[in-house]
């Protein structure tokens, strides 16, 4: 673990990430909503007449770390989200990274902490 290598997941948190909020906040600005939408009483939506709504596909390009990384950039992109967007290079960095870490060993213990959440 690496708290000075930004290219590591513990290293991204700590120099690019934490940053990248604590200039969000000085602008009033947050990561991600704090609480519902003042004045929206529901996240529901009524299909448009005639829609299917019998089944859901998934995008499949969501279904991908790169293709969740692309739809991550075009939504900070049209959002104006310059911050966010800076950060894009990175994490396309990280999840090369992380993708070429060597598998876990599945016989590793599990730890007792984790049953709780469940």
Same mark, same amino acid.
């Given at each position: 673990?690496?708290?000075?290598?930004?290219?590591?997941?513990?290293?991204?948190?700590?120099?690019?990430?934490?940053?990248?909020?604590?200039?969000?906040? /000085? +602008?009033?600005?947050?990561?991600?909503?704090?609480?519902? #939408?003042?004045? $929206?009483?529901?996240?529901?939506?009524? *299909? &448009?007449?005639?829609?299917?709504?019998?089944?859901?596909?998934?995008?499949?390009?969501?279904?991908?770390?790169?293709?969740?990384?692309?739809?991550?950039?075009?939504?900070?992109?049209?959002?104006? /989200? +310059?911050?966010?967007?800076?950060?894009?290079?990175?994490? #396309?960095?990280? $999840?090369?990274?992380?993708?070429?870490? *060597? &598998?876990?060993?599945?016989?590793?213990?599990?730890?007792?902490?984790?049953?709780?959440?469940?």
């Amino acid at each position: 673990m690496s708290l000075t290598d930004p290219t590591t997941p513990e290293g991204f948190f700590h120099l690019r990430l934490v940053p990248c909020k604590l200039r969000l906040l /000085e +602008e009033g600005r947050s990561l991600f909503p704090r609480g519902p #939408e003042p004045g $929206r009483e529901s996240y529901f939506e009524e *299909p &448009p007449p005639g829609a299917k709504t019998h089944r859901v596909e998934a995008d499949p390009t969501i279904l991908t770390p790169g293709g969740t990384l692309e739809r991550l950039r075009a939504r900070w992109e049209s959002g104006g /989200e +310059e911050l966010l967007l800076a950060l894009s290079a990175a994490l #396309e960095g990280l $999840r090369k990274r992380l993708a070429d870490r *060597p &598998p876990q060993d599945e016989e590793e213990e599990i730890s007792d902490f984790v049953y709780p959440l469940f």
